[in-house]
């Protein structure tokens, strides 16, 4: 390896990473944030993210939910903008384990289960906790409204084109927000939407208790990270509640270009270094020291973690740790440490550390990994929840498998690159799988 190739790797990651920084500065207020699996029945189960204002409170509270099959990650700056209002924020994306033939009704549930805990957090104000989220969770954020009126203090509805009809007015404060180049919620549908909501009394006005509010250059994607979006919808939120604003506070900036750059920075960062080393190790231990190869790998794995938390987790889908799936870590790690003698054996024996072996046992982790774990956990078939799931799997696949053919050229040998597999595996597979 030229020494040119590993210094331009480790300078161009460098740039990157600290131009990135300097392009996304945020300023925050203190808070806390828990990660949590609640189980409403037998069958249900949610994950969500509770961030907590600093202080004892009680604190107003809001539930937002994500876009169907988005990952609440994506809704950070959502999270954000409310903790930073002064609320509880209890961020979620979709619950599990419900087979049954009511999609709309059983989501309502869920995110009534959710209020009913929330209100038995001692910090949480009872009577003033509001309903939102984005998409498929902002129509879901109207049938609560419908069914339990008296429970909530409002609704805050991006972009949710699908209100219950035919069910009168719906007396409660309420934010309908868009982009103007949202195709699938359009600015016109979102006066259809409040026409309804005001059960089609006033045709061509806005009732006083709904606040409409469009975002210019904006489409259904980047209403979930759009900052003047929030940041009226905070505001909103914050008037609904009687709480004071503040506007003392920045947002991250988030857009497309910035995220790639930071992606390829970090990585291209981390394989320079994982390039350095692995010149160093060669030129100095050669082959007869297996425990320091060994060990060096766990560092890469490290590294490698970091990488993904800084980009992929940090904003398409949180990856954990989750403290509460630490049985699925272990069996994970059972299953690809059988898989991994195996291999081992076989590419000593007969192939000799050719690529094709890495594909094989990537793919074998996976398929056996959610094959055995099937057997107790409902894992949704090929429909739309199934999809989701087949989808993480293919990012985590698809990326291991680059960053293992880029291990393979810089010299790791096999039983390096398979510890950082299964480790890779072990934190990531379980994340894709449901919660129970």
């Known amino acids: 390896m030229n020494n040119k190739i590993i210094f331009t790797f480790i300078f161009i990651g460098l740039l990157g990473c600290i131009t990135s920084v300097f392009l996304n500065q945020t300023y925050l207020n203190s808070y806390q944030v828990q990660e949590l699996k609640l189980v409403y029945t037998e069958e249900v189960v949610d994950q969500v993210s509770l961030f907590k204002p600093k202080g004892e409170g009680p604190f107003p509270g809001i539930i937002f ?9 994506l809704y950070r700056n959502w999270a954000h903008g409310f903790v930073n209002q002064g609320f509880v924020v209890v961020m979620r994306s979709s619950s599990y384990g419900r087979k049954n033939e009511r999609p709309w009704i059983d989501a309502r549930d869920d995110i009534i289960n959710t209020l009913d805990y929330m209100k038995k957090l001692e910090y949480v104000k009872k009577d003033s906790i509001l309903i939102g989220g984005h998409s498929a969770s902002a129509n879901l954020a109207y049938w609560v409204g419908y069914e339990i009126p008296e429970d909530i ?9 699908f209100p219950p009809e035919n069910l009168g007015k ?8 868009t982009g103007t180049k949202d195709k699938l919620v359009t600015p016109d549908k979102l006066y259809e939407v409040a026409n309804i909501l005001d059960g089609n009394k006033n045709k061509g006005t806005i009732p006083e208790n709904i606040e409409v509010y469009t975002v210019d250059n904006t489409n259904h994607l980047q209403e979930s990270w759009n900052n003047e979006l929030i940041n009226e919808a905070t505001m909103f939120a914050a008037k609904t509640v009687d709480s004071d604003f503040n506007d003392e506070y920045v947002l991250e900036k988030i857009t497309f270009w910035k995220l790639i750059m930071k992606f390829f920075s970090i990585f291209l960062l981390i394989i320079g270094i994982i390039m350095w080393l692995q010149k160093y190790l060669i030129n100095n231990y050669k082959k007869d020291n297996k425990l320091i190869h060994i060990g060096i790998s766990f560092v890469y794995f490290y590294l490698f973690s970091i990488a993904w938390s800084n980009t992929i987790s940090k904003y398409i889908f949180y990856s954990g740790p989750f403290s509460y799936k630490w049985p699925k870590y272990l069996i994970a790690l059972l299953i690809v440490t059988i898989i991994g ?10 192939i000799k550390n050719n690529f094709l072996i890495d594909l094989l046992y990537i793919t074998s982790s996976i398929i056996i990994t959610f094959k055995v774990f099937s057997y107790w956990i409902y894992i949704p078939p090929y429909s739309y929840g199934g999809s989701i799931i087949f989808f993480k799997g293919l990012i985590i696949a698809f990326l291991i498998m680059i ?7 810089i010299n790791l040998y096999f039983y390096q690159r398979l510890i950082i597999y299964g480790l890779s595996f072990v934190w990531l597979l379980t994340v894709v799988l449901p919660p129970k």
């Open 65 to 73: 939910g994500t876009g169907a099959g988005a990952d609440r990650s």
């Open 403 to 409: 960053f293992g053919f880029i291990l393979k050229k």
């Open 170 to 177: 719906l007396n409660t404060a309420i934010f309908l927000g």
């Open 341 to 350: 003698v195996i291999y081992f054996y076989i590419a000593q024996k007969f």
């Open 153 to 161: 203090s409002g609704i805050v509805a991006i972009a949710g084109r």
